[in-house]
């Protein structure tokens, strides 16, 4: 996909260059075209398939989806970033690798709408246009499945409801692609709003907004280790999670998923659970009380506090989920020595991707300049980006 920023002047409203891309790929116009956003992952690290609360929120960084129906079975998808074309039949949807496994969300979906909904948009072309920085855990993934639901699904004559958008991206992530990943990435894409932070019950599905308070910033600094490479990393961490539920499933009755285990029960089992399954465990139940503590600190405006759950919750994903790397480490510490953060943590799967940072509106480009700077000196590399975003509406279908 595309790297990120810049890539239209300020003035423009970049949906207005999809038709125009499109034009240039294919010829002609599209017959649908949809909007999807990144996300970040505010708080309730890998509680999304343990049973627990999780908080994400839009950002405004987005992928666009322009498709257009075509009289034969084939299947042209063409992405800006990646610059290749990949081509496919309707009729044998088969998953791609190398170069062109980014191709995989988007055929993710069309077998899914297949699959779920019956629904056969055959033949068709379409781009795909993104500046959400792939692998930097801001689920440009779960942006382009959305997207492509959303288009592919008009093609059909569809229209799909904000539930079935989740659970059709899900599907393609989790059966086509084959990554085990939980429900916080397709329903904060689908449920966002602008100022808005989703939380989400991962038993249930369901999801409420609870407004971010007028004077939070959020901050996203990249690493630059694409977290793409942790796709087995993140298998074995849910693999340990399942061993974990199992354990306390036969032994504390009521405890369905790992984040029902009290800290009592985990206390009592400390000894006798291998030791990297108790520290998985241990994560999850102590994460799952920060997601409450930072909902009911979002509600009353305590930012200083929220961001001391942030800090709190990297700390937990370093030492017991150990998804984090040196490289997050340092931005989280750098981070905590500025004024004006009130917290940091890695967001998103971890191993690789990028920091969110909490802040007031003082904290300043140039202190996050000396932050990215400091990075650059510490690991040898250039600077990594850096940038603060704001909340956005979730995935919709554009007008023509
Ligand atoms: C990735 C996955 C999500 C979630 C996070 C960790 O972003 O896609 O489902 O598990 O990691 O919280």
Redesign the pocket.
Same mark, same amino acid.
């Given at each position: 996909m595309l790297s990120p920023d810049n890539q239209t002047p300020a003035h423009a409203n970049p949906d207005d260059g999809l038709p125009l891309l499109f034009a240039d790929t294919f010829g002609g116009k599209p017959d649908a075209a949809a909007r999807a956003p990144g996300r970040v992952?505010l708080i309730?690290?890998? #509680?999304? /398939?343990n049973g627990g609360r &999780?908080a994400g929120a839009t950002i405004d960084r987005f992928v666009r989806v322009a498709a257009r129906k075509r009289t034969d079975s084939r299947i042209l998808l063409s992405s800006r970033g990646f610059g290749e074309t990949v081509e496919a039949d309707a009729t044998r949807l088969e998953k791609r690798t190398g170069a062109e496994a980014w191709a995989n969300y988007p055929l993710g979906v069309l077998a899914a709408l297949r699959r779920n909904k019956g629904l056969e948009p055959g033949g068709l072309e379409a781009v795909i246009d993104s500046s959400i920085r792939a692998g930097a *855990?801001l689920?440009s993934s779960?942006a382009l499945e959305l997207a492509s639901a959303l288009a592919f699904a008009k093609l059909a004559g569809a229209t799909l409801t904000r539930e079935e958008l989740v659970t059709i991206g899900r599907s393609a992530e989790n059966d086509f692609v084959g &990554?085990p990943? *939980? #429900? #916080?990435?397709q329903t904060t894409c689908a449920f966002g709003e602008r100022h808005q932070v989703v939380f989400i019950d991962s038993k249930t599905g369901a999801s409420s907004l609870s407004p971010l308070p007028a004077t939070a910033r959020l901050w996203v600094f990249t690493t630059g280790v694409s977290h793409k490479l942790a796709d087995s990393a /993140?298998s074995t961490r849910h693999q340990e999670c399942r061993e974990a539920a199992e354990f306390f499933r036969k032994r504390s009755p009521g405890v369905e998923w790992l984040a029902d285990v009290s800290p009592a029960e985990l206390e009592k089992a400390a000894k006798v659970l291998p030791a990297a399954v108790g520290k998985r465990a241990r994560h999850i139940v102590s994460e799952n009380a920060r997601v409450r503590q930072m909902e009911a600190r979002l509600r009353e405006g305590d930012l200083a506090e929220a961001g001391k759950a942030l800090f709190e919750s990297h700390a937990s994903s370093r030492d017991f989920f150990e998804n984090s790397c040196p490289e997050l480490d340092f931005l989280v510490a750098e981070l905590r020595g500025q004024s004006g953060v009130f917290g940091a943590r890695l967001t *998103?799967? *971890?191993f690789g991707g990028a920091v969110l940072a909490l802040t007031s509106p003082h904290f300043s480009q140039e202190q996050a300049r000396e932050v990215a700077g400091q990075y650059a000196v510490h690991f040898a590399v250039p600077q990594p980006k850096v940038f603060a975003c704001a909340t956005a509406p979730g995935a919709c279908l554009l007008s023509l």
């Amino acid at each position: 996909m595309l790297s990120p920023d810049n890539q239209t002047p300020a003035h423009a409203n970049p949906d207005d260059g999809l038709p125009l891309l499109f034009a240039d790929t294919f010829g002609g116009k599209p017959d649908a075209a949809a909007r999807a956003p990144g996300r970040v992952e505010l708080i309730g690290n890998h #509680l999304d /398939y343990n049973g627990g609360r &999780v908080a994400g929120a839009t950002i405004d960084r987005f992928v666009r989806v322009a498709a257009r129906k075509r009289t034969d079975s084939r299947i042209l998808l063409s992405s800006r970033g990646f610059g290749e074309t990949v081509e496919a039949d309707a009729t044998r949807l088969e998953k791609r690798t190398g170069a062109e496994a980014w191709a995989n969300y988007p055929l993710g979906v069309l077998a899914a709408l297949r699959r779920n909904k019956g629904l056969e948009p055959g033949g068709l072309e379409a781009v795909i246009d993104s500046s959400i920085r792939a692998g930097a *855990g801001l689920s440009s993934s779960a942006a382009l499945e959305l997207a492509s639901a959303l288009a592919f699904a008009k093609l059909a004559g569809a229209t799909l409801t904000r539930e079935e958008l989740v659970t059709i991206g899900r599907s393609a992530e989790n059966d086509f692609v084959g &990554v085990p990943t *939980g #429900l #916080l990435d397709q329903t904060t894409c689908a449920f966002g709003e602008r100022h808005q932070v989703v939380f989400i019950d991962s038993k249930t599905g369901a999801s409420s907004l609870s407004p971010l308070p007028a004077t939070a910033r959020l901050w996203v600094f990249t690493t630059g280790v694409s977290h793409k490479l942790a796709d087995s990393a /993140y298998s074995t961490r849910h693999q340990e999670c399942r061993e974990a539920a199992e354990f306390f499933r036969k032994r504390s009755p009521g405890v369905e998923w790992l984040a029902d285990v009290s800290p009592a029960e985990l206390e009592k089992a400390a000894k006798v659970l291998p030791a990297a399954v108790g520290k998985r465990a241990r994560h999850i139940v102590s994460e799952n009380a920060r997601v409450r503590q930072m909902e009911a600190r979002l509600r009353e405006g305590d930012l200083a506090e929220a961001g001391k759950a942030l800090f709190e919750s990297h700390a937990s994903s370093r030492d017991f989920f150990e998804n984090s790397c040196p490289e997050l480490d340092f931005l989280v510490a750098e981070l905590r020595g500025q004024s004006g953060v009130f917290g940091a943590r890695l967001t *998103g799967g *971890g191993f690789g991707g990028a920091v969110l940072a909490l802040t007031s509106p003082h904290f300043s480009q140039e202190q996050a300049r000396e932050v990215a700077g400091q990075y650059a000196v510490h690991f040898a590399v250039p600077q990594p980006k850096v940038f603060a975003c704001a909340t956005a509406p979730g995935a919709c279908l554009l007008s023509l």
